[in-house]
Protein backbone atom coordinates (compact mmCIF):
# COMPACT_ATOMS: atom_id res chain seq x y z
CA UNK A 1 0.00 0.00 0.00
CA UNK A 2 1.47 3.18 -1.05
CA UNK A 3 1.17 5.57 1.81
CA UNK A 4 0.67 8.24 -0.25
CA UNK A 5 -3.19 7.21 -0.66
CA UNK A 6 -3.54 6.94 3.13
CA UNK A 7 -5.11 9.77 4.86
CA UNK A 8 -5.82 10.18 8.46
CA UNK A 9 -7.86 13.31 7.78
CA UNK A 10 -9.83 14.08 10.97
CA UNK A 11 -12.52 15.15 8.84
CA UNK A 12 -14.31 12.58 8.23
CA UNK A 13 -15.14 12.23 12.18
CA UNK A 14 -16.31 15.82 13.02
CA UNK A 15 -19.79 17.59 12.11
CA UNK A 16 -19.98 20.33 9.25
CA UNK A 17 -18.63 24.00 9.98
CA UNK A 18 -18.19 26.60 7.59
CA UNK A 19 -14.99 27.18 9.07
CA UNK A 20 -12.73 26.17 5.74
CA UNK A 21 -10.18 23.33 6.65
CA UNK A 22 -6.37 24.58 6.15
CA UNK A 23 -4.38 21.15 4.44
CA UNK A 24 -1.04 20.61 5.83
CA UNK A 25 1.73 19.38 3.12
CA UNK A 26 1.98 15.70 3.04
CA UNK A 27 4.89 14.92 4.77
CA UNK A 28 4.52 17.47 7.28
CA UNK A 29 3.36 16.49 10.63
CA UNK A 30 2.15 18.79 13.49
CA UNK A 31 4.49 20.67 15.40
CA UNK A 32 7.17 19.21 17.14
CA UNK A 33 7.60 16.02 14.58
CA UNK A 34 10.46 15.17 12.37
CA UNK A 35 9.08 12.92 10.26
CA UNK A 36 10.08 11.52 7.02
CA UNK A 37 6.50 10.51 5.73
CA UNK A 38 3.06 11.73 7.25
CA UNK A 39 -0.20 10.95 7.03
CA UNK A 40 -2.02 13.58 5.56
CA UNK A 41 -3.69 16.20 7.95
CA UNK A 42 -6.57 18.83 7.62
CA UNK A 43 -7.51 20.65 10.66
CA UNK A 44 -10.69 22.03 11.34
CA UNK A 45 -12.97 24.30 13.55
CA UNK A 46 -11.36 24.07 17.45
CA UNK A 47 -15.29 24.18 18.41
CA UNK A 48 -16.72 21.64 15.50
CA UNK A 49 -17.98 17.85 17.73
CA UNK A 50 -16.84 14.90 16.60
CA UNK A 51 -19.24 12.46 15.24
CA UNK A 52 -18.14 8.93 16.80
CA UNK A 53 -18.75 6.19 14.29
CA UNK A 54 -18.22 7.38 11.27
CA UNK A 55 -15.12 6.41 9.12
CA UNK A 56 -13.40 7.12 5.76
CA UNK A 57 -12.73 3.64 3.80
CA UNK A 58 -9.46 4.04 2.41
CA UNK A 59 -9.31 1.58 -0.64
CA UNK A 60 -5.96 1.00 -2.55
CA UNK A 61 -4.71 -2.04 -4.47
CA UNK A 62 -7.58 -4.30 -3.28
CA UNK A 63 -6.59 -3.82 0.55
CA UNK A 64 -8.85 -1.57 2.89
CA UNK A 65 -7.95 0.57 5.97
CA UNK A 66 -10.10 2.64 7.77
CA UNK A 67 -8.78 5.71 9.66
CA UNK A 68 -11.06 7.37 12.31
CA UNK A 69 -11.09 9.94 14.97
CA UNK A 70 -12.28 8.76 18.36
CA UNK A 71 -11.23 11.71 20.61
CA UNK A 72 -11.48 15.45 20.33
CA UNK A 73 -7.91 15.90 20.10
CA UNK A 74 -8.43 13.76 16.74
CA UNK A 75 -5.88 11.44 16.93
CA UNK A 76 -6.02 9.51 13.88
CA UNK A 77 -6.95 5.60 14.68
CA UNK A 78 -5.69 3.22 12.16
CA UNK A 79 -7.91 -0.11 11.56
CA UNK A 80 -7.95 -2.85 8.46
CA UNK A 81 -8.98 -6.08 7.83
CA UNK A 82 -5.95 -8.08 8.62
CA UNK A 83 -2.85 -6.35 10.42
CA UNK A 84 -0.46 -7.19 7.66
CA UNK A 85 -2.25 -4.30 5.71
CA UNK A 86 -1.27 -2.00 8.73
CA UNK A 87 2.17 -3.47 8.62
CA UNK A 88 2.71 -2.49 5.06
CA UNK A 89 1.15 1.29 5.69
CA UNK A 90 3.01 2.08 8.97
CA UNK A 91 6.38 0.42 7.12
CA UNK A 92 5.73 2.41 3.79
CA UNK A 93 5.03 5.79 6.41
CA UNK A 94 8.57 5.20 8.21
CA UNK A 95 10.27 4.44 4.81
CA UNK A 96 13.58 7.06 4.71
CA UNK A 97 14.18 8.40 1.62
CA UNK A 98 18.10 8.16 0.01
CA UNK A 99 18.81 11.89 1.31
CA UNK A 100 17.98 11.34 4.46
CA UNK A 101 19.40 7.80 4.84
CA UNK A 102 22.58 9.34 3.55
CA UNK A 103 22.65 11.72 6.57
CA UNK A 104 24.63 10.47 9.29
CA UNK A 105 22.56 13.40 11.74
CA UNK A 106 18.81 11.64 11.05
CA UNK A 107 17.27 9.77 13.58
CA UNK A 108 13.79 9.13 13.40
CA UNK A 109 12.31 7.76 16.80
CA UNK A 110 8.88 5.93 17.19
CA UNK A 111 7.73 4.89 20.68
CA UNK A 112 5.09 2.47 20.30
CA UNK A 113 3.21 1.51 23.87
CA UNK A 114 0.33 -0.20 24.85
CA UNK A 115 -0.80 -3.00 27.29
CA UNK A 116 0.38 -6.31 27.23
CA UNK A 117 -0.93 -8.75 25.22
CA UNK A 118 -1.55 -5.96 22.73
CA UNK A 119 1.45 -7.28 20.31
CA UNK A 120 3.31 -4.60 20.60
CA UNK A 121 6.61 -6.63 19.90
CA UNK A 122 5.20 -7.92 16.71
CA UNK A 123 4.32 -4.79 15.34
CA UNK A 124 7.63 -3.41 15.53
CA UNK A 125 9.35 -6.21 13.91
CA UNK A 126 7.09 -6.58 11.11
CA UNK A 127 7.40 -2.89 10.28
CA UNK A 128 10.97 -3.18 10.78
CA UNK A 129 11.50 -6.42 8.38
CA UNK A 130 9.38 -4.42 5.74
CA UNK A 131 11.24 -1.47 5.92
CA UNK A 132 14.66 -3.45 5.61
CA UNK A 133 13.52 -5.35 3.19
CA UNK A 134 11.96 -2.38 0.81
CA UNK A 135 14.91 -0.34 1.44
CA UNK A 136 17.21 -2.15 -1.09
CA UNK A 137 15.19 -1.14 -3.56
CA UNK A 138 15.06 2.09 -2.86
CA UNK A 139 18.55 2.77 -2.16
CA UNK A 140 19.95 3.36 -6.42
CA UNK A 141 22.86 5.06 -4.30
CA UNK A 142 24.43 0.94 -3.20
CA UNK A 143 26.00 -1.44 -5.80
CA UNK A 144 23.31 -3.39 -6.53
CA UNK A 145 25.22 -6.28 -6.08
CA UNK A 146 25.72 -5.34 -2.27
CA UNK A 147 23.29 -5.84 0.25
CA UNK A 148 22.73 -1.97 1.36
CA UNK A 149 22.88 -1.99 5.60
CA UNK A 150 19.62 -2.02 7.46
CA UNK A 151 18.37 1.26 8.40
CA UNK A 152 15.80 0.11 10.32
CA UNK A 153 15.65 -1.49 13.85
CA UNK A 154 13.82 -1.96 17.54
CA UNK A 155 15.28 -0.74 20.94
CA UNK A 156 12.62 -2.86 23.23
CA UNK A 157 12.24 -1.36 26.71
CA UNK A 158 12.35 -5.20 28.72
CA UNK A 159 16.05 -4.43 28.95
CA UNK A 160 15.44 -1.67 31.41
CA UNK A 161 14.20 -3.77 33.79
CA UNK A 162 15.35 -3.55 37.42
CA UNK A 163 17.81 -6.39 38.57
CA UNK A 164 16.29 -9.18 40.56
CA UNK A 165 18.78 -8.50 43.04
CA UNK A 166 17.59 -4.76 42.95
CA UNK A 167 13.98 -5.92 43.58
CA UNK A 168 15.83 -7.88 46.67
CA UNK A 169 16.63 -5.08 48.30
CA UNK A 170 13.41 -3.34 48.39
CA UNK A 171 11.55 -2.63 51.12
CA UNK A 172 8.92 -5.88 50.20
CA UNK A 173 11.07 -7.99 48.27
CA UNK A 174 7.48 -10.63 47.81
CA UNK A 175 5.56 -7.80 46.92
CA UNK A 176 8.30 -6.49 44.16
CA UNK A 177 8.32 -9.75 42.58
CA UNK A 178 5.13 -9.90 42.71
CA UNK A 179 4.61 -7.25 40.97
CA UNK A 180 7.52 -7.43 38.28
CA UNK A 181 6.17 -5.87 35.31
CA UNK A 182 5.05 -2.37 37.10
CA UNK A 183 5.94 1.09 36.20
CA UNK A 184 8.25 1.15 39.17
CA UNK A 185 9.97 -2.08 38.58
CA UNK A 186 11.80 -0.34 35.48
CA UNK A 187 14.19 1.98 35.12
CA UNK A 188 13.20 5.10 33.13
CA UNK A 189 16.17 6.97 33.94
CA UNK A 190 18.79 4.85 32.13
CA UNK A 191 16.29 4.84 29.20
CA UNK A 192 16.16 8.19 29.51
CA UNK A 193 19.88 8.42 29.06
CA UNK A 194 19.91 6.34 26.70
CA UNK A 195 17.75 7.47 24.29
CA UNK A 196 19.17 11.04 24.70
CA UNK A 197 22.78 9.33 24.00
CA UNK A 198 21.06 8.01 20.68
CA UNK A 199 19.84 11.08 19.98
CA UNK A 200 22.55 13.59 20.51
CA UNK A 201 25.47 10.92 18.98
CA UNK A 202 23.97 8.44 16.83
CA UNK A 203 24.65 5.43 18.17
CA UNK A 204 24.19 3.19 21.05
CA UNK A 205 24.85 0.51 23.13
CA UNK A 206 21.29 -1.13 25.06
CA UNK A 207 20.60 -3.66 27.59
CA UNK A 208 18.46 -6.97 26.35
CA UNK A 209 16.44 -8.42 28.46
CA UNK A 210 17.23 -12.79 29.23
CA UNK A 211 13.96 -14.59 29.88
CA UNK A 212 15.64 -17.34 31.23
CA UNK A 213 17.78 -15.70 33.83
CA UNK A 214 15.40 -13.14 34.57
CA UNK A 215 17.52 -10.24 34.19
CA UNK A 216 18.71 -7.59 31.78
CA UNK A 217 21.64 -7.82 29.56
CA UNK A 218 24.25 -4.79 29.70
CA UNK A 219 25.15 -3.55 25.88
CA UNK A 220 23.49 -6.28 24.51
CA UNK A 221 21.84 -4.11 22.03
CA UNK A 222 23.59 -2.02 18.82
CA UNK A 223 21.29 1.08 17.23
CA UNK A 224 23.97 1.85 14.91
CA UNK A 225 24.69 4.81 12.72
CA UNK A 226 22.97 3.15 9.86
CA UNK A 227 19.98 2.74 11.62
CA UNK A 228 17.50 5.69 10.43
CA UNK A 229 14.27 4.30 12.27
CA UNK A 230 14.05 3.10 15.21
CA UNK A 231 10.88 1.53 17.17
CA UNK A 232 11.22 2.14 20.93
CA UNK A 233 8.47 -0.80 22.20
CA UNK A 234 7.05 -0.36 25.65
CA UNK A 235 4.27 -0.73 28.19
CA UNK A 236 4.91 2.96 29.76
CA UNK A 237 6.21 5.18 27.43
CA UNK A 238 3.72 7.81 27.19
CA UNK A 239 2.82 8.09 30.95
CA UNK A 240 2.64 11.24 32.42
CA UNK A 241 3.99 11.03 35.74
CA UNK A 242 7.96 11.72 36.48
CA UNK A 243 10.65 10.42 34.41
CA UNK A 244 8.40 8.79 32.51
CA UNK A 245 7.17 12.03 31.15
CA UNK A 246 11.03 12.81 30.12
CA UNK A 247 10.88 8.97 27.74
CA UNK A 248 8.05 10.41 26.31
CA UNK A 249 8.89 13.56 25.01
CA UNK A 250 11.62 12.48 23.25
CA UNK A 251 10.32 10.59 20.19
CA UNK A 252 9.12 12.00 17.10
CA UNK A 253 6.05 9.86 16.81
CA UNK A 254 3.86 8.31 19.31
CA UNK A 255 1.86 4.64 18.51
CA UNK A 256 -0.68 3.30 20.58
CA UNK A 257 -1.48 -0.30 19.80
CA UNK A 258 -5.07 -0.53 20.93
CA UNK A 259 -6.47 -3.54 21.92
CA UNK A 260 -9.38 -5.27 24.24
CA UNK A 261 -8.24 -6.23 27.25
CA UNK A 262 -9.90 -9.39 27.91
CA UNK A 263 -8.49 -10.35 24.60
CA UNK A 264 -5.00 -9.00 25.50
CA UNK A 265 -5.17 -11.22 29.34
CA UNK A 266 -6.37 -14.14 27.27
CA UNK A 267 -2.90 -13.65 24.94
CA UNK A 268 -0.88 -13.06 28.40
CA UNK A 269 -2.25 -16.09 29.79
CA UNK A 270 -1.18 -18.44 26.95
CA UNK A 271 2.02 -16.85 26.98
CA UNK A 272 2.68 -17.42 30.97
CA UNK A 273 1.62 -21.02 30.55
CA UNK A 274 3.41 -21.72 27.60
CA UNK A 275 6.51 -20.73 29.74
CA UNK A 276 5.37 -23.20 32.47
CA UNK A 277 3.52 -21.62 34.51
CA UNK A 278 0.75 -23.72 35.81
CA UNK A 279 -2.64 -22.17 35.07
CA UNK A 280 -3.75 -21.53 38.22
CA UNK A 281 -0.28 -19.30 39.32
CA UNK A 282 -1.04 -17.47 35.44
CA UNK A 283 -4.73 -16.73 36.41
CA UNK A 284 -3.86 -15.07 39.59
CA UNK A 285 -0.93 -12.83 38.32
CA UNK A 286 -2.75 -11.97 35.75
CA UNK A 287 -5.63 -10.20 38.34
CA UNK A 288 -2.76 -9.07 40.37
CA UNK A 289 -0.59 -7.83 37.93
CA UNK A 290 -0.98 -8.04 34.28
CA UNK A 291 -4.58 -6.75 34.65
CA UNK A 292 -3.41 -3.43 36.67
CA UNK A 293 -0.82 -2.38 34.50
CA UNK A 294 -2.76 -2.88 31.71
CA UNK A 295 -5.66 -0.39 33.01
CA UNK A 296 -2.89 1.80 33.84
CA UNK A 297 -1.01 1.83 30.25
CA UNK A 298 -4.70 2.42 28.60
CA UNK A 299 -4.84 5.61 30.14
CA UNK A 300 -1.86 7.20 28.39
CA UNK A 301 -3.81 6.25 24.93
CA UNK A 302 -4.73 9.96 25.19
CA UNK A 303 -0.74 11.30 24.68
CA UNK A 304 -0.13 9.18 21.00
CA UNK A 305 -0.27 10.57 18.07
CA UNK A 306 -1.57 7.69 16.40
CA UNK A 307 -3.37 4.47 17.64
CA UNK A 308 -3.73 1.24 16.10
CA UNK A 309 -6.29 -1.09 16.29
CA UNK A 310 -4.66 -4.53 17.39
CA UNK A 311 -7.05 -8.11 15.64
CA UNK A 312 -7.34 -11.43 15.72
CA UNK A 313 -7.33 -12.95 12.34
Given amino acids: MDVSSLSTTPRACLSSSSTESTPLKRG?????HHGFLSFSWIRRNANAQPVFGKTRSLVQNKTSLK????????I?????????????ALAQRLLPTSALASNVNVKHIVGLA????????????????????IWPQK???????????????VLPMDGFHLYLSQLDAMEDPKE???????PWTFNPLLLLNCLKNLRNQGSVYAPS?????????????????????????????????????????????????????????????KRHISTGKPPDVAKWRIEYNDRPNAELIMKSKKNADLVIKSIDI
Avoid at 139 to 153: H, L
Avoid at 254 to 268: C, G, S
Fill in 176 to 182: AHARRGA
Fill in 28 to 32: ELPSG
Fill in 209 to 269: FDHGVGDPVEDDILVGLQHKVVIVDGNYLFLDGGVWKDVSSMFDEKWFIEVDLDTAMQRVL
Fill in 139 to 153: ASSFDSQVKPPDVAT
Fill in 67 to 74: VLCSQRRE
Fill in 76 to 88: PVVEARCMDEVYD
Fill in 114 to 133: GPPGAGKSTLAAEVVRRINK
